[in-house]
């Protein structure tokens, strides 16, 4: 068929999608929807689900807008007043720790006229104070001052407060939800804590920690943790020799949210404090729990990483190197920083300059679809998680 001249118009863009531009992105949601169906084809995302800002959308909405995301190591949060304030697919996200211990999540949009409360970072405070006109919060969001607003007989300020979010800590781990109402994320961790009792994570502190910029899109880089394969091409002299990208991984999916990454070593790894036992000794770890988190244990350590949206093409890498006290006691912290840090910057590294590579090519039109290996099962169940999270 010939296509006439109309066809050949390119749609005007994200804030009007076309007829072909809607079929794309549904041609697009038919793929997606199929990894999470009995029999999923073992072959990689359709370019598109990178590419259409359409599929962004619907993540920032169904994926991000209602799935546990990790955001902090406990350590980062120790103090009553210290907070992280960070992005998340679009949204701002503020945590909190309270004088009484606990810790709030919160929407740091104020509520006369929109300012965020808090810039991007971290810090200690008493309160958050709106710079534009000094309306002022508390540790748990609610309002505790609003300058000049009692002449106005429609306001409450007993009933104002910032929007809150679900905020669930896990053996250090603080992961935030922006449905308030969403399901407990600790019993889909259960099977997982029970493996990782000899890691003694609650004895754990954070030795290190980065958050680094990576030009792809989010999945880029999640599913490139979910496999070790990639460890020859992108990692040849920092990992491959330790956990060949030729070994083969165990994968245990314990709920749509929950998977475990078994990699052998070549040689086994003898902790100098953990009681780890046998298969722990030849084994790295990995904990994913989706749609950012990703977890490895090696050894005496505990890298964590998320990898959280800033746009359809930019994606914050947040982490930190976690050891356990006892290993560190009597140490120089600002060499174990220096060295952690460094070490894990090094991987990092390797992995962004090879992703920022395969984001190159999403928008073209000779990308297409690749046949997985079986030494990545692991991409395969993070696309089911991804069907399951945005159709259901
Ligand atoms: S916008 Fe925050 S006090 Fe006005
Ligand atoms: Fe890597």
Redesign the pocket.
């Known amino acids: 068929m010939t296509s006439t001249l109309p066809d050949l118009v390119p749609d005007a863009g994200a804030a009007a999608p076309g007829p072909q531009r809607r079929e794309q992105t549904a041609a697009a949601l038919r793929e997606l929807r199929r990894y999470g169906e009995p029999g999923a084809p073992a072959i990689s995302l359709p370019p598109d689900a990178f590419a259409l800002p359409e599929i962004y959308e619907l993540e920032r909405e169904r994926v991000f807008g209602r799935s546990w995301v990790l955001v902090a190591h406990a350590d980062q949060l120790a103090q009553p007043g210290d907070y992280v304030s960070l992005t998340v697919a679009g949204e701002l996200v503020l945590v909190a720790r309270h004088t009484d211990g606990s810790l709030y999540g919160m929407s740091p949009i104020?509520r006369?006229?929109?300012?965020p409360?808090v810039e991007a970072g971290a810090g200690n405070t008493t309160s958050f104070t709106?710079p534009?006109?000094?309306?002022r919060y508390g540790l748990d969001g609610k309002l505790v001052g609003a300058t000049f607003m009692k002449g106005n007989p429609a306001f409450d300020p007993k009933n104002c407060r910032l929007p809150g979010f679900a905020v669930e800590q896990w053996h250090g781990f603080v992961f935030v939800n922006l449905d308030a109402d969403a399901e407990p994320l600790a019993p889909h961790l259960a099977r997982i804590s029970a493996d990782m009792t000899n890691y003694l994570l609650d004895e754990m502190v954070q030795v290190g920690s980065w958050v680094e910029e990576w030009g792809c899109n989010w999945k880029i880089a999640v599913e490139n943790a979910h496999e070790n394969y990639h460890v020859m091409g992108f990692h040849p002299e920092t990992l491959q020799p330790s956990t060949p990208g030729g070994a083969d991984p165990d994968v245990r999916a314990d709920s749509s949210w929950a998977t475990v990454l078994r990699v052998p070593f070549t040689e086994p790894v003898e902790p100098m404090v953990l009681p780890l036992n046998e298969e722990e000794r030849q084994s790295l770890y990995g904990l994913f729990v989706f749609p950012t988190a990703s977890l490895a244990a090696f050894g005496d350590q505990v890298i964590w990483l998320s990898f959280l949206p800033l746009a359809i093409d930019r994606t914050e890498v947040r982490g930190g190197i976690l050891m356990p006290a006892a290993l560190i006691e009597g140490a120089d912290l600002d060499e174990v920083r220096r060295q952690s840090e460094g070490y894990a910057g090094m991987i990092n590294a390797e992995d962004q300059r090879g992703l920022e590579a395969v984001q190159r090519a999403v928008g073209s039109r000779f990308a297409g679809r690749g046949h997985l290996s079986p030494k990545e099962p692991g991409v395969r169940v993070f696309y089911e998680n991804l069907a399951h999270s945005l159709f259901r």
Do not use: D, Q, S
Not at 112 to 115: A, E, L, P, S, T
């Open positions: 104020c006369h006229r929109m300012m409360v709106c534009y006109h000094l309306w």
